[in-house]
């Protein structure tokens, strides 16, 4: 059984990643938006230093620039000045800078000659922004240092932009780090926030999942219970005791482990088992107990059984997992059964694997119209059956197991073959729900509930693990 523990705490580890990954995710962002704030608040504040200078380059004298850079005319003297105080710019404040007209021609550009091979692999590298009237801003990176390209519209005597002022500013290399450092410190804190969070909330899920799985436990105790108590009521019509449902169950149980069967199938195979003649209970006494030959009107009455059995099961959820054993299990491989005529594979695994046992046990006990059998003969009318009556693949695979099989069974009593099935129920049934000391009293607990006085089985493993050496 998986450790609770462990199952808790690997669903909480999970849980601690995934929002690990969201509030880093989320502290990642904002911190980047706080980033992105700064390099537009940069790029914004030295554009505007920029714009002054390029106003008093403009014969015009105006405080706005011509509708389209294209008309501009400027004086020698001016734009030697307006080159010389760009080129000043880009040494102190940037890498590149450039004036283009509305279009998107070049007029002017410089380069930080402190820089030069950097500014110019950013010039050849930069994006290209919208010219749509409004500012826009990039982030670039080289050599691991953050760059903010910027576009900045310069406007004109209508309102509209007569070009663009385009620069890449180098970002403070102190303003990085120090952005680095908080993303670095508030991702933690989240991280740690997180941790703390899940490790406070183990103990209050791990009560919460104790409760659960007892009150999943008693649900299933119960339904298991109503479901032995309805088969062995009908157990007790059919013979003096319930050793029939049980040994049946144990014998199907063990085929279906052979052949493979696990899981949501083995459950609703053990289910069936204990359930399969259920509808037994509507077939009068005369009939169901009659020591000789049935007629064919007391047959066909017996036949019924197996409709009266899927209309008792119909109503209950849980009970209805055995429905494909109780409706199935008189159906014969060669399509001559009851009450459907279903041939081959078109018989559900479970009923093909429950018929082999059904049939075993039947030929191996006594019943109120015949003695029992010995094992060697009905292992040979069972073989000529095969393909006609049985599933030749599930047959073969019995009859290798059977002697073991019934060796066993007929070396205990009915107590002991509670204690045999035990150990299976619990696996199939219970695995995840018991503790310890529930596991350890599982055995008892099913021979008082089915009204059973401890028998005299010692403690040979088998009848602890219900599993076959």
């Avoid at 004298?61 to 000043?88: C, V, W």
């Avoid at 691991?144 to 070009?163: D, K, M, W």
């Avoid at 729900?433 to 021979?447: C, G, H, I, M, T």
Wanted: hydrophobic fraction near 45%; charge should be positive.
């Amino acid at each position: 059984m998986p450790n609770l523990h462990w199952i808790i705490l690997r669903r909480l580890l999970l849980a601690w990643l995934l929002l690990s990954a969201m509030a880093g995710g989320a502290v990642f962002y904002l911190e980047s938006t706080r980033l992105d704030d700064y390099a537009i608040a940069l790029a914004t504040r030295e554009a505007a230093a920029f714009g002054p200078e390029l106003r008093e380059g403009a014969t015009s004298g105006a405080s706005a620039f011509p509708e389209d850079l294209e008309q501009t005319t400027l004086a020698p003297a001016r734009q030697a000045e307006l080159t010389r105080r760009a080129e000043e710019f880009a040494r102190h404040q940037c890498l590149f800078t450039a004036i283009s007209d509305r279009q998107g021609r070049v007029l002017a550009r410089s380069f930080n000659p402190d820089q030069a091979q950097l500014s110019r692999q950013i010039a050849a590298q930069r994006r290209d922004l919208p010219r749509d009237g409004r500012r826009h801003f990039a982030k670039l990176s080289a050599d691991g240092r953050l760059l903010i390209q910027a576009l900045i519209p310069l406007p004109g005597r209508n309102g509209e932009a007569a070009g663009y002022f385009e620069a890449v500013f180098l970002a403070d290399p102190a303003e990085v780090a120090r952005f680095n450092d908080n993303l670095l410190r508030t991702i933690l804190f989240a991280l740690g926030a997180v941790l703390i969070t899940t490790l406070a909330l183990y103990p209050v899920i791990l009560a919460l999942h104790r409760d659960m799985v007892k009150a999943s436990r008693e649900v299933l105790q119960g339904n298991l219970e109503m479901a032995t108590v309805l088969g062995a009521a009908i157990a007790k019509r059919d013979s003096d005791t319930n050793s029939h449902n049980f040994r049946v169950t144990y014998y199907a149980c063990c085929l279906g482990e052979a052949l493979g069967l696990k899981g949501k199938a083995m459950r609703s195979l053990i289910i069936g088992a204990f359930l399969h003649d259920v509808g037994k209970i509507g077939i009068s006494d005369a009939i169901l107990l009659k020591p000789g030959p049935l007629t064919p009107e007391e047959f066909a009455i017996m036949r019924s059984h197996v409709r009266l059995g899927v209309e008792i099961l119909a109503p209950s959820e849980w009970l209805g997992t055995a429905r494909e054993v109780v409706e199935f299990h008189h159906e014969r491989y060669d399509g001559s059964g009851y009450l459907q005529g279903l041939k081959g594979e078109a018989i559900p695994r479970n009923a093909r694997i429950f018929a082999v046992a059904d049939v075993f046990d039947a030929l191996t006990s006594r019943r109120p119209y015949k003695d029992p059998l010995g094992l060697q003969i009905v292992l040979d009318m069972m073989a000529r059956e095969s393909g006609s009556h049985f599933d030749p693949a599930i047959l073969q695979t019995f009859l290798a197991k059977a002697p073991l099989l019934y060796a066993r069974v007929q070396a205990l009593d009915e107590a002991g073959l509670v204690d045999l099935l035990a150990g299976r129920i619990r696996h199939y049934f219970f695995r995840g729900l018991l503790d310890p000391v529930a596991r350890k009293s599982f055995v008892a607990n099913a021979r008082h509930r089915l009204g059973l006085r401890p028998a005299e089985v010692g403690d040979r493993p088998e009848h602890q693990t219900g599993r076959l050496g």
